[in-house]
């Protein structure tokens, strides 16, 4: 497993597990030998391992390995592919890029990224923002959500080319199970789900009872049994007044800003929540430049800045106008950097460590609240 919210764990998966999750998924994502995938994704997690390496193999789909995450754009232009996989923060960094006042131009720029070949794109790993995935559909190129974990080989559910809706992760595979719990958990069950945790029985016991995978997510089905995923049980933050916030919700909501490239929310036991801002440098200051606003230096001293802080302020309140009173943002820290693998903060598959997060930036926290 990732380890997002605590130590990993190994995940026992079998020849049964990856070769029904594959040909399963291979029913509603059809690829042939004449379809091109550029991969990126590393193969030591199992999202690229069976979506970009088992299923395509199954299927006798060329596959063409990228150079590195920092070539990626190059390497699209290169191979031109016709099926492309990645997780929600490559397509949120391309959309930011390519943002312009005329949503035409837009469009232009990121169908020029992604090549006139392209067919369909899938996410995954973590959630896409509803406003991502539209300004993709907007520029005439599709970008499936699906949903899975580590224990599930990993897809449980979904969208196809013929069948989607933006909004939700889509249906559940042939032969794999879904329904959601009185408490809002989903739960799963089917060929593809793990043999347990490796030398972990407790803990396997506690995933799987009665036969069903219990995932730690909260959901929804709709009636057409599209998967809407609300947020982690272990993500739920209470408010000192015992007010429950989803704190994906929010984060996913602030992300969506062209000028905010990550956010974490805390507040945990806490009255009000507060925020980590990692920001998009490069459209913060051509925002503030359009406001006759120069930044110079370098990002340690734009994180200073007063301009700053109030654009972000600005940008803040807008992105959660429709959200509750205690679900506001009331105060953030503005960081210089982004959170990376490298540090720790970040998985291979781009997915925050929130402990670790939570734990490096806990003075600058606990100074949010004591002001």
């Not at 193999?57 to 063409?64: C, D, E, H, S, Y």
């Not at 029985?201 to 995933?207: D, K, R, S, V, Y």
């Given at each position: 497993t990732s380890g997002t919210t605590g130590n990993p764990k190994g995940v026992m998966l079998t020849h049964g597990n990856l070769l029904s999750n594959s040909l399963a998924a291979l029913e509603v994502m059809p690829t042939g030998p004449d379809d091109v995938v550029l991969t990126w994704l590393p193969f030591t997690h199992i999202y690229a391992r069976t979506v970009d390496h088992y299923i395509r193999?199954?299927?006798?789909?060329?596959?063409?390995l990228a150079e590195s995450a920092e070539t990626l754009v190059q390497n699209l232009d290169d191979v031109r592919p016709t099926h492309f996989a990645s997780v929600p923060r490559f397509y949120e960094k391309v959309?930011?890029?390519?943002a312009s006042a005329d949503p035409a131009e837009t469009g232009r720029r990121l169908r020029r990224v992604f090549g006139p070949r392209i067919d369909w794109m899938s996410s995954g790993g973590a959630p896409l923002p509803p406003a991502v995935a539209r300004a993709y559909h907007d520029a005439g190129l599709l970008v499936l959500q699906g949903y899975g974990l580590t224990e599930t080989a990993p897809i449980i559910t979904f969208n196809c080319k013929d069948n989607y809706k933006l909004d939700t992760v889509g249906r559940p595979l042939p032969g794999v199970e879904v329904r959601v719990a009185p408490d809002g958990e989903v739960l799963t069950?089917?060929?593809?789900?793990m043999k347990g945790y490796w030398n972990d029985?407790?803990?396997?016991?506690?995933?799987?009872?009665?036969?069903?995978?219990?995932t730690g997510d909260l959901g929804e089905l709709d009636a057409d049994s599209f998967l809407r995923i609300t947020g982690r049980k272990k993500d739920l933050l209470v408010l000192s007044n015992g007010k429950k916030v989803a704190s994906a919700?929010?984060?996913?909501?602030?992300?969506?800003?062209?000028?905010?490239?990550?956010?974490?929310?805390?507040?945990?036991?806490?009255?009000?929540?507060?925020?980590?801002?990692?920001p998009?440098?490069?459209?913060?200051?051509?925002?503030?430049?359009?406001?006759?606003?120069?930044?110079?230096?370098g990002p340690d001293e734009w994180a200073r800045r007063p301009e700053v802080r109030g654009l972000l302020e600005r940008r803040?309140?807008?992105?959660?106008?429709?959200l509750s009173r205690m679900e506001q943002v009331r105060k953030f820290v503005v960081l210089p950097r982004p959170f990376t693998v490298e540090s720790g903060e970040l998985t291979v598959s781009l997915k925050l460590r929130r402990n670790v997060v939570l734990a490096r930036f806990a003075e600058e926290i606990e100074r949010l609240y004591r002001e």
């Open positions: 193999m199954a299927a006798g789909t060329l596959v063409v959309l930011a890029s390519a069950r089917g060929h593809n789900v029985p407790a803990a396997t016991a506690e995933a799987i009872r009665d036969g069903w995978l219990h919700c929010v984060e996913g909501l602030l992300q969506a800003d062209p000028c905010i490239d990550q956010a974490v929310v805390c507040g945990e036991g806490r009255s009000f929540l507060c925020a980590l801002l990692a998009s440098w490069d459209n913060v200051r051509r925002a503030l430049a359009e406001e006759g606003v120069a930044l110079d230096g803040v309140c807008a992105a959660l106008t429709d």
